[in-house]
């Protein structure tokens, strides 16, 4: 069965005429799926009952069902959703000033390895697929739905469990149907895809014509203390990982968010701030300083706030453009695979 949430449009096209049909039942079926929010084959009125029958036969509409959910005291929502095989997989939505904020996950669980992350402590079971993508924003925009403010879902950062760049053709196809205007309509810039440093993905993604984000989880600013961090900087070190990204910036034009997670004595100090500034100069990017999500699953503490606004304040001395990322959820398991980590065996104490 293939699953219709799956699809970006021009490939729902070339479907539609293998099935005999014109190209425009695909803007048909989206206008169903996303703008009526149709639920079942029945209810698509204005297609031929003898199709409908052929749709229920070789296609699905499933969604994830919600496992588990959680609700911080500052509105965060967080959900633990159960796919069609029994695995289970995390997102977040965060409120803004501006507007809702999605944590989408792209694969179950993760190989990547960060030593302060809860998403790898039960590894990669498999990639996700995009329907599956695209059903945490449709599940998520059901929850808003049902809150009768009006909500829907108007960003998204692929920040959740996985790593984007090793599961790309489906991240891809989700971007494409989130962004298409007949889909989602999640404008290109409200799009931010996070990577752990894939250079090859990287170079790929630059070339892909489109105009959402990047951002680079980098965490330390130098190979060794990224090597501790993130087994990936050995495979990848730096002098590779920061020529892909000067090149995307090159091609796409597009500048670059460095995700900078705030550990207390481990990349906090001066020292660090000072080979941050030196390693990205020249870039166009800009420093996202994250505290810390403790959790009793990894040993790290998150640096002071007195630490954090002196790092913030040496990056700014020195020309480099930085934020404080507000915080959310942190009453919940918001910190990503915490959730899933507890639920599946890995309980904290």
Known sequence: MINLFGMEMKKLEEQMLLEGQKKYRATQLYLWLYEKKATSFDEMSDISLKFREV?????????????????????TIK??????????????????????AICVSSQVGCNMGCSFCSSGLLGKQRNLTADEMVGQVMVMNS???????????????????????????????????????????IGARHITISTCGLPDGIRKYANEGLQTNLAISLHAPNNELRNKLMKINKAYPLEV?????????????????????????????????????????????????????????????????????????????????????????????????????????????
């Open 55 to 75: 749709l229920k036969e070789k296609y699905t509409l499933d969604l994830p069902s919600i496992y588990t959910k959680q609700v911080s005291s500052d509105g």
């Open 79 to 100: 959900l633990l959703l159960e796919l069609n095989d029994g695995m289970k997989v995390e997102t977040v939505l965060m409120r803004y000033s501006y507007g809702n």
């Open 241 to 349: 990982l920061m020529p892909a990204v000067r090149e995307y910036e090159q091609i796409s034009n597009r500048r670059v968010t460095y995700e900078y997670l705030l550990l207390e004595g481990i990349n906090d100090t001066t020292e660090c701030a000072d080979q941050l500034v030196n390693l990205i100069k020249g870039t166009m990017g800009y420093v996202n300083l994250i505290p810390y999500n403790e959790t009793k699953l990894c040993d790290y503490k998150r640096s002071s706030n007195n630490r954090v606004h002196a790092f913030l304040d040496y990056l700014s001395k020195h020309g480099v453009t930085a934020t404080i990322r507000k915080e959310f959820g942190s009453d919940i398991d918001a910190a990503c695979g915490q959730l899933r980590a507890k639920v599946e065996g890995r309980n904290e104490k």
């Open 143 to 185: 929850l808003l739905r049902e809150e009768n403010r009006g909500g829907r879902v108007t960003h998204i950062v692929v920040m959740g469990t996985g790593e984007p760049m090793d599961n790309y053709d489906n991240v891809m196809d989700f971007i494409r149907i989130v962004n298409n205007q007949k889909g989602l309509a």
